[in-house]
């Protein structure tokens, strides 16, 4: 890692943790997005730790287990090298159906689990995956501040929580980060809860920074995703969405041509200019994926690229709505 990266590292909220502002989010690691391969799985975590990434962000939910399992394989011999997330409270149904769990005594018990599933003593934040309307946030904020209190969890963080939420929860135990989708396409919500955070001194984890792959000029169809991935659910993806939102790409294309980068560097460079709060996780299952998004950390945006950016693809330019429709009710809480 150069010096100049090494100088960009930023602190998750109060706490005493820091990493570089691009990490991993290792969710389509679980065939979330397509078929995935274990081998190759740990062969991309090694290849991301190799290149200096110190911030692996994963969850109980992805793959049922599957993905703590491997992110811990991947890292057991190098646990000092990085910063590891994880999440809990989104549970699978027998349906197949998600629902939310923020029960202290769930709490408790899914932390443990995940420590189990993961090797590990202790986790660096342990994040809320989604806020459970039926319990009140000081009781499940609670359970996780005794997990602090136990040395099992570093520091703790929220996920797709409002502002009244963040504040509440962040009364009881300082809250170190929020996490929701932030990208160029998909960033309203996001911008209205960043006042508070800010206010409050909390980072802000941004995950689907390329909008779910769109912002990687991939040359997608809405039937060129294949069967058995996740984002055929998503109404980015449908035809008449698709093709709005990949003219605001082409444009992200020229601009990024000019700028002498590809258009993923482009779109994260921009994430990372809207502030030192920010941290992005891209996941990827390939490799040269993993070394472009990782190197939008040298790309450096004109305050000037910066808004003529912002300007063409505005808040609430993102065709389709961020999630399915029953999952939409979790957001924002």
Known sequence: MSNR??????????????????????????GVYGAADDEAGIELIHHALDLGVDFLDTADVY?????????GQAIANRRDELVLATKFGHVRQDDGSV???????????ACDASLKRLGVDAID??????????????ETVGAMASLVAQGKVRAIGLGEAGPDTIRRAHREHPIAAVQSEYSLLYRADAEAVLATTRELDISFVAYAPLGRSLLTSQAYTAAS????????????????????NLELVAWLDAKAAA?????????????LAQGDDIIVIPGTKKISRLEENFGALNVDLTAEDVAAISAAVPPGAGAGDRYPEAMMKNLNL
């Open 5 to 30: 990266e090494e100088s960009k590292r930023r602190k998750l909220g109060r706490s005493a943790i820091d990493v570089l502002p691009i990490g991993l989010g290792c969710m389509s690691l679980s």
């Open 259 to 271: 700028a002498g980068c590809t258009t993923p560097q482009l779109a994260l460079a921009w994430l």
């Open 125 to 138: 934040i342990y994040f809320q995956h989604r806020v459970d309307r039926n319990v009140p946030i000081e």
């Open 225 to 244: 995703i294949e069967e058995g991935d996740q984002r055929k659910r998503f109404a980015r993806f449908a035809s008449d969405n698709l093709a709005r």
């Open 63 to 71: 793959g049922g287990g599957h993905n703590e399992r491997l992110v």
């Open 99 to 109: 629902a939310v769990d923020g029960r202290p005594e769930y709490v408790i018990a």
